[in-house]
Each structure stands twice: as structure tokens, then as C-alpha cells.
């Protein structure tokens, strides 16, 4: 499956921004969806996850209550709004893909990441 990844900018802290990630190849609905982020000097972080049905939501701790993904199947397509951003949440952002049956931690499928940057 090849991802796209869109919706970073510039934003003031506090600000809101919504990603998208743009799904083809094979059918969208199989794949468990990730979004993480690199931010400059450091490692790549979790962000969220959605199932493939969208009916099951995870998010790292730091952004609890700020962030929500979502997908909609029929366009292929899953999303990250962000609101009340942070300082601390500019980084690159990328969104993945696995199988939805998959137990395992590790994403198969990575598209380009999206830089977003939340200035103070």
C-alpha cells in the first residue's frame, strides 16, 4: 500500500491543524493505521493508531485529549486533527500501515512525513 501524507504548516501554539493520509494499492480497510512523528535531533514517537474499522482509537499520553485520529474507508483516507497544539509537537509527521490482524508493533507500510511546526 503506498501513503500519502498532507496538512502540515506553521501554526501558532494553540492553533489546530489537520493531516491527512491518502491510501492506494491495496484495500484500504485491511490495514491498521499509525501516525508518528520525529521531531529535530530526536527519535521516532507513536502519536495514535486507528483499527481498521476506525472503531478503536490509541494515543501516546502526550497528547490525550488534544489529538483524534479518524479514517473514512470509503476515501481511503485516514486523519490527524490536532488541536491545542504545542511547541513540543513540531515535528515530521508520517503515517503507516500494517495488517489489521497484525499483533505486532511494527508498521509494514510508511509514507513521506508532513512537517509540522507550532511556533510560540
Known amino acids: 500500500v503506498q501513503l500519502q501524507a498532507s496538512g502540515g504548516g506553521l501554526v501558532q501554539a494553540g492553533g489546530s491543524l489537520r493531516l491527512s493520509c491518502a491510501a492506494s494499492g491495496r484495500t484500504f480497510s485491511n490495514y491498521a493505521m499509525g501516525w508518528f512523528r520525529q521531531a529535530p535531533g530526536k527519535e521516532r514517537e507513536f502519536v495514535a493508531a486507528i483499527s481498521w474499522s476506525g472503531g478503536s482509537t490509541y494515543y501516546t499520553d502526550s497528547v490525550k485529549g488534544r489529538f483524534t485520529a479518524s479514517r473514512d474507508n470509503a476515501k481511503n483516507a485516514v486523519y490527524l486533527q490536532m488541536n491545542s497544539l504545542k511547541p513540543e509537537d513540531t515535528a515530521v509527521y508520517y503515517c503507516?500501515?500494517?495488517?489489521?490482524?497484525?499483533?505486532?508493533?511494527?508498521?509494514?507500510?510508511w509514507g513521506q512525513g508532513t512537517l509540522v511546526t507550532v511556533s510560540s
Open positions: 503507516a500501515a500494517k495488517p489489521a490482524r497484525s499483533t505486532s508493533l511494527n508498521y509494514d507500510y
